[in-house]
């Protein structure tokens, strides 16, 4: 090729090694903060990165993936013909209409607000549905719109400072349920958009309940971020247990719920570094608060009670890679207890990735079944089951391939 000829931009693709040094840097971390989470060392990595190892087994991949939180596995190893998204789903056909209503902000309007308790009662059965219906993200994607179209007019209509409040209070709500929805969707900038508006809502409203439920979804989004914002995501869990602490004493049941949901949210971040002993430390604390719940309560938002502290036991011992331990709070979980469809499909994916830590792949799969079973738009939207899957489509047992070819089938995988 003549040297002044427009150059070729795939005669010199980045290789495998170089592609996980620009992701791993994106994230914020170490050579060594990666090989820890990996179960390898610093130089590990280095070796991977420098092009001295060649490039990893497909399981190995996949968790790479998964710790990079690497959105397209294409990104991570080059093959432009295979694009698979891991931890953003293709895009649920309600987004748009949810991103518009959002969007539209607007300042001012000729229609009245809805009454506050017609617009309570509304965001109530939203709640209700988003729980009950396995096609929660349909269902819940169908109301948003209108409510936080509605939510916007009763703060800016609000005739006193006691109305504006508590009309803050139900818009904070709303953008919550949005989180919600938002979430996996390919638009990071949206969701930041809907936290960010939930928790100024909040803090406008002054009401502990609400201002607890915009800390811990703030949270949430800062540790799925990556490591580069768990110190953000430990910052803001921090702050809204030392708020609510003081309160606790004589706070009603939604508080002191709010209040152990932030502190299992803690230790859940904490899990992630890989700090065994603080997360348990905080799942500890959490659970002493659910204690303290009545039998039966189950918070609408966090899903925080009693019969959620397995499933969380689950999670904490599956973000240590403790593959045993993993099994072993599995067991003594029960799924049955937990009303909340979308909840209860997400404790069986993180089931499975326990049995997908311990050897157990033909469990795992059983598992990510009922997990489809519950609720097909949780795991349709959920990269650590699509990472099971591509991995056992790949097994040596062709009865595991065809499971898992049929569970990628089911999640619509193929059409992604």
């Known amino acids: 090729m003549p040297h002044d000829a427009t150059p070729d931009p795939y005669s010199d693709p980045i290789a495998f090694g170089q592609r996980l040094q620009i992701l791993r840097t994106r994230r914020g971390m170490t050579r060594d903060q990666l090989g820890g989470l990996m179960g390898r060392s610093g130089s590990w990595v280095k070796g991977i990165e420098t092009g001295r190892r060649g490039v990893p087994r ?82 819940v994607g169908a109301l948003l719109p209108d409510l936080i ?83 953000a995501a430990d910052h803001v869990t921090t702050e809204a247990i030392g708020f609510l602490a003081p309160l606790l004493p004589d706070a009603g049941t939604e508080v002191r719920a709010i209040a152990g949901a932030l502190h299992f949210e803690a230790g859940y971040t904490a899990a992630r570094r890989g700090e065994t002993g603080t997360a348990w430390r905080h799942w500890d604390d959490a659970r002493a608060i659910a204690a303290r719940l009545p039998e039966a309560y189950f918070h609408p938002v966090t899903s925080f009670s009693r019969a959620i502290m397995g499933a969380h036991a689950v999670t904490i011992a599956v973000e240590l890679h403790a593959g045993g331990e993993s099994v072993r709070q599995a067991a003594a979980a029960d799924a049955s207890t937990i009303p909340s469809r979308p909840r209860r499909s997400r404790h069986r994916i993180e089931e499975a990735r326990g049995y997908q830590l311990d050897g157990q792949p033909d469990v795992a799969l059983a598992t990510l079944a009922q997990a489809h079973e519950a609720a097909p738009e949780t795991i349709r939207y959920n ?30 995988m193929l059409a992604a």
């Not at 000729?110 to 396995?134: D, I, N, Y």
């Not at 949270?219 to 110190?231: K, L, Y």
């Not at 591509?390 to 049929?406: C, F, N, Q, T, V």
């Open 383 to 412: 990269g650590y089951a699509k990472r099971i899957i591509l991995e056992e489509a790949e097994a040596k047992s062709p009865d595991r391939r065809r499971r898992a070819s049929e569970l990628a089938v089911k999640l619509g």
């Open 58 to 139: 497909l399981e190995v991949v996949l968790r790479l993936a998964e710790v990079l939180r690497v959105r397209d596995l294409a990104d991570l190893t080059g093959d432009q013909s295979v694009h698979v998204d891991l931890f953003t789903g293709p895009g649920h056909p309600r987004l748009a209409a949810v991103r518009a209503a959002v969007d539209a902000f607007p300042l001012g309007s000729a229609e009245q607000a809805p009454f506050a308790a017609h617009l309570t009662a509304r965001l109530a059965g939203a709640w209700s549905a988003r729980h009950t219906s396995p096609h929660h993200r349909d269902v």
């Open 149 to 231: 179209r509605d939510a916007q007019a009763a703060v800016r209509q609000a005739d006193s400072a006691a109305d504006r409040r508590a009309a803050q209070a139900v818009l904070s709500e709303v953008y919550s349920l949005s989180q919600f929805f938002v979430a996996y969707q390919p638009d990071a900038p949206l969701l930041w958009r809907v936290a960010e508006r939930g928790m100024v809502a909040a803090q406008e409203s002054e009401d502990p309940h609400t201002i607890g439920i915009a800390a811990w979804l703030t949270a949430q989004a800062h540790r799925d971020s990556g490591p580069g914002h768990f110190d």
